[in-house]
Nanobody, 128 residues
Framework: QVQLVESGGGLVQAGGSLRLSCAGSGRTFSMDGMGWFRQAPGKEREFVAGITWSGGSTNYADSVKGRFTISKDNAKNTVYLQMNSLKPEDTAVYYC?????????????????????WGQGTQVTVSS
């Protein structure tokens, strides 16, 4: 059974940091692009950050650029999202996802329809 399991969410004060992890099992994701999305209450799920299968290219939503960093460790079959300088508007459920067609793309996919596997999500709450 293929699974993506997120961890590392929690409650943090504004200005603080969190590091989310997404561990894959059931298949290797080393040849896949990976992405992080988030969904705040009453809002649609939105792209946050993505990384190509090789790790050679990343992309970020404008709202998190300069504050969040995505990385992947193929040996651990895990992707990370380091979140610094957190703001209350970053409060959301964060999901990781795998793009199995990343090798066919020149850039990171930002459309959630490009992603084939999804985790169950982890809650991030930033207090003011």
């Amino acid at each position: 059974q293929v699974q993506l399991v997120e961890s590392g969410g929690g409650l943090v004060q504004a200005g603080g940091s969190l590091r989310l992890s997404c561990a894959g099992s059931g298949r290797t994701f080393s040849m896949d692009g990976m992405g992080w999305f988030r969904q705040a209450p009453g809002k649609e799920r939105e792209f946050v950050a993505g990384i190509t299968w090789s790790g050679g290219s990343t992309n970020y939503a404008d709202s998190v650029k300069g504050r969040f960093t995505i990385s992947k460790d193929n040996a651990k079959n895990t992707v990370y999202l380091q979140m610094n300088s957190l703001k209350p508007e970053d409060t959301a459920v964060y999901y990781c996802a795998a793009d199995l067609n990343s090798r066919g793309r020149l850039v990171v996919a930002t459309d959630q329809r490009a992603y084939d596997y999804w985790g169950q999500g982890t809650q991030v709450t930033v207090s003011s």
